[in-house]
Each structure stands twice: as structure tokens, then as C-alpha cells.
């Protein structure tokens, strides 16, 4: 049974930086593609930024030159490093595992990302 488990949210003043991380159990990690996702308040989940397997990496537009997704094959785990951080950065921030050969895709729970002065 794959498992994800998210780490490194909290709150962060306007301007400050946070490191997310999602160690992944269960599954062959180097053959997954990852994702970070995030919902703020009253908002539909929206996809921030990817990593494929071959370390190919793509990002939204409002996280650009902010946010950089990047794994460790040898620790099953992806990172989130989120600097320059805004109040509309708020959101519970999701890991998100694909296999791909199969297709299928796993879940973390989420962490809290607060930015407030």
C-alpha cells in the first residue's frame, strides 16, 4: 500500500520561506511522478508544481521563480521549497504520487501553510 506522508507546513510571515517534504512509502519512488497541489479557502485544489521521473519539472505561473519542486530518489521523498512567500500562498498544500506505469495515484493528507502578519 503506497503511503505519503507531508511535512514542514506552519506559519510564516509575509516575505519568509517554508520547505515542504513528502516521504513516500510502498512503491518503486524513482518510477513516480510527484506533485504538489494546494487548497486555500473556499477554492477548488489547483496543481503548484510537478516532478517526473527524470526530474522534468513544471510550475504555475504564480509560484514561478518562487516555488522549486525537486525529489531525492534515495530518500522516497519530494520537496517544496517556497520562498517570497504572500498571503494568498495560504492553503493546506497536498503530495500527490503517480505511478507511471499503472496510472495509479496516491494521496497525502495535507499540510497547513499559513502566510500572516
Known amino acids: 500500500q503506497v503511503q505519503l506522508v507531508e511535512s514542514g507546513g506552519g506559519l510564516v510571515q509575509p516575505g519568509g520561506s517554508l520547505r515542504l517534504s513528502c516521504s513516500v512509502y510502498?512503491?518503486?519512488?524513482?518510477?513516480?511522478?510527484m506533485s504538489w497541489y494546494r487548497q486555500a479557502p473556499g477554492k477548488q485544489r489547483e496543481l503548484v508544481a510537478s516532478?517526473?521521473?527524470?526530474?522534468?519539472?513544471n510550475d504555475i505561473d504564480s509560484v514561478k521563480g518562487r516555488f522549486t519542486i525537486s525529489r531525492n530518489d534515495l530518500k522516497h521523498t519530494v520537496y517544496l521549497q517556497m520562498n517570497s512567500l504572500k498571503p494568498e500562498d495560504t492553503a493546506d498544500y497536498y503530495c500527490?504520487?503517480?505511478?507511471?506505469?499503472?496510472?495509479?495515484?496516491?494521496w497525502g493528507k495535507g499540510t497547513l501553510v499559513t502566510v500572516s502578519s
Open positions: 500527490s504520487s503517480r505511478d507511471v506505469y499503472d496510472g495509479r495515484e496516491t
Open positions: 510502498g512503491t518503486t519512488f524513482r518510477y513516480n511522478a
Open positions: 516532478i517526473s521521473s527524470g526530474g522534468t519539472t
